[in-house]
């Protein structure tokens, strides 16, 4: 079975540029999350999805952040507009619902210059 | 809201001690899900072990932790760290109510020779 794939690995943006994060759940997975990873903060929710539906918004990333779920097999993350303060691993993870466990994606690694 | 705490940022210890991370956690909630990931440098995250239930000590791997509600706490332990545990842990939690779930800032084992 195929992981969580995440789309692309790195990505690099000038700042005040709009840049979309890609996101694969495993197949048959009802829950989607978008966790920001940093050293200090260590793993932030952004969004939580359950079936399609956004049951969590990240409260404090609400303005320039923007998690979709078209379709129960694409999530996209929109950080509009980038500042350099956003430069972070992102990961997407994905859960059945009665199952707990969380997989993780590989992360894009986002740089903001 | 729910939070989960790790005091310590970077654990380093020499190869053959015994490792302790500590993770407390705060809900409103009596039925918490604990959880430790771990992530691997060029790896994704990944569960290492988790327990719901009060003072039973849950194993894999070679590491275990006790859910201890009276004192909010769920820490890792192994009895003899290897090199190849170097890594970053993440305690987290589940919350029965909204079903999302929190990391903590995780820590940093360091192992050496």
């Known amino acids: 079975d195929a992981g969580v794939t995440q789309t692309p690995r790195h990505e690099v943006a000038e700042k005040g540029q709009t840049i979309i994060l890609k996101c694969e759940p495993v197949s048959g997975h009802n829950d989607l999350f978008w966790y920001r990873q940093t050293k200090i903060q260590g793993l932030e929710l952004l969004s939580y999805?359950?079936?399609?539906?956004?049951?969590?918004d990240g409260g404090a990333f609400k303005d320039r952040f923007k998690a979709e779920m078209l379709n129960s097999s694409f999530s996209t993350l929109k950080i509009q507009p980038t500042e350099p303060k956003d430069s972070a691993v992102y990961l997407c993870?994905?859960?059945?619902?009665?199952?707990?466990?969380?997989?993780f994606g590989a992360g894009t690694r986002l740089s903001v210059l | 809201g729910d939070s989960v705490t790790q005091k310590e940022g970077l654990v380093t210890l020499t190869e053959g001690l015994p490792v302790m991370l500590n993770c407390t956690y705060q809900?409103?909630?009596?039925?918490?899900?604990l959880f430790w990931y771990v992530h691997y440098l060029n790896e994704s995250p990944r569960l290492l072990l988790k327990s719901s239930t009060d003072n039973k000590r849950t194993e894999h791997q070679g590491f275990h932790a006790t859910l201890h509600k009276s004192s909010s706490s769920f820490h890792l332990q192994k009895s003899s760290a290897q090199l190849s545990d170097s890594a970053l842990y993440y305690c987290?939690?589940?919350?029965?109510?909204?079903?999302?779930?929190?990391f903590g800032t995780g820590t940093r084992l360091q192992v050496l020779p």
């Open positions: 999805f359950r079936s399609k539906s956004l049951m969590e």
């Open positions: 809900t409103i909630y009596s039925n918490a899900f």
């Open positions: 993870a994905s859960r059945t619902g009665a199952q707990n466990t969380l997989y």
């Open positions: 987290a939690l589940r919350s029965s109510n909204t079903n999302k779930v929190v």
